[in-house]
């Protein structure tokens, strides 16, 4: 579903050369591999690839190894390693994905195609195929995240949580980002009550890799508290 706002001049014609895809990583050596050979794959090796990294385990050494750019960093939290990852690149178009290997980069040319028709930042949405794969706590948290977002905004978003965004780099440069845990809902919520053209797509969500690294319930809060914080703020910005 577009949600359509204020466009930023699109200079049209981005290229995989233009692309840079980032993550933050902590002890995903299970299958920060995996995901860096898709993306190799899908963009024949001229995307950038960047690791904001606090691992522990061989994911950094795994990481080198596979030409990505690691930026070692102490164990902050999501936020603060995203927040990191998402204002390194100097490549025009930046996505953000996981290193669990759950979301699908074949769909990288897709989300850049989108850039190029004039949005400002294309979100994956993974409720809408109905994210099988997820844990049946978590969809159901993320379900309750959309509607509170969507209540406080007077817009309809359905995934606010997603990892797998692609954003213009000028507008992560102009916007400050505050949350740690929530904060892939505030590099939604931002731009979208700023005016930008922001459009969810639907995506494939996969069973994740590894362990997860967030509790349901202390995350959960997190993430709601951020949700209110962040839409008080841009109404009364």
Known sequence: MAIQGTRTEDP?????????????????EEAIGTVLDDIE???????????????????????????AIVVEQEPQGYGVAVR???????????????CDD?????????????????ADVVSGDRLYYGAEQMPAMNKLGNELFALLASVLMGK?????????????????????WTENTGL?????????MRGYDVRERPIEYDERKGETKLDPFS???????SIV?????????
């Open 12 to 28: 049209g014609g981005y290229t995989f050369d233009d692309l840079a895809v980032v993550m933050g990583t902590y002890n995903e």
């Open 41 to 67: 794959t899908v963009t024949d090796g001229r995307a950038e690839v960047v690791c904001v990294d606090g691992s522990s385990d061989r994911t950094p050494e795994i990481a080198h190894d596979h030409g």
């Open 156 to 176: 309809r978003v359905h995934d606010t949580t997603t990892g797998m965004r692609a954003y213009r780099r000028e507008i992560l440069q102009k916007i400050v």
């Open 102 to 118: 759950t979301y699908p980069m074949e769909r990288l040319p897709d989300f850049l195609a989108e850039i190029n028709d004039g």
């Open 84 to 98: 990191e990852a998402v204002l390194t690149p100097d490549r025009p178009v930046v996505v953000t994905t996981d």
């Open 184 to 192: 892939s809902a505030e590099l939604l919520m931002r731009p979208l």
């Open 229 to 237: 914080r962040v839409a008080l703020e841009e109404r009364f910005r």
């Open 219 to 225: 995350g959960g809060a997190a993430i709601a508290k």
